[in-house]
């Protein structure tokens, strides 16, 4: 079992930044493909980056590709997503989530990963 909190959301302007981050318990962290997604009011939730166990192999969902940086540190058993050039279409709820099986890349399919976080909101204003 993993668990999984998210934190660092908040309320920032458009063209500003935030880092999230993802605190994991459990000694399989290490081994365990990482992924964040995001689901915006009134739509469903949707892939935004995923990083592979070892961080060698990171993908984005185009839409943040270049304004979003994925990152983890295994040391730590942390995650984190750093976020730059904000835009108010990135307004959402956050979610970190654990993929147990080994792939060639991150999966961008949420019936793929295991564990997920509660949650840290993102308002983003224009």
């Known amino acids: 079992q993993v668990q999984l909190v998210e934190s660092g959301g908040g309320l920032v302007q458009a063209g500003g930044s935030l880092r999230l981050s993802c605190a994991a318990s459990?000694?399989?962290?290490?081994?365990?493909?990482m992924g964040w997604f995001r689901q915006a009011p009134g739509k469903e939730r949707e892939f935004a980056a995923g990083?592979?166990?070892?961080?060698?192999?990171?993908h984005y969902t185009d839409s943040v590709k270049g304004r979003f940086t994925i990152s983890r540190d295994n040391a730590k058993n942390t995650v984190d997503l750093q976020m730059n050039s904000l835009k108010p279409e990135d307004t959402a709820v956050y979610y970190c989530?654990?993929?147990?099986?080994?792939?060639?890349?991150?999966?961008?399919?949420?019936?793929?990963?295991?564990?997920w976080g509660q949650g840290t909101q993102v308002t983003v204003s224009s």
């Open positions: 990083i592979s166990w070892n961080g060698g192999n990171t």
């Open positions: 459990g000694r399989t962290f290490s081994t365990y493909a």
């Open positions: 989530a654990a993929d147990r099986i080994f792939r060639g890349r991150p999966s961008i399919t949420e019936v793929d990963y295991d564990f």
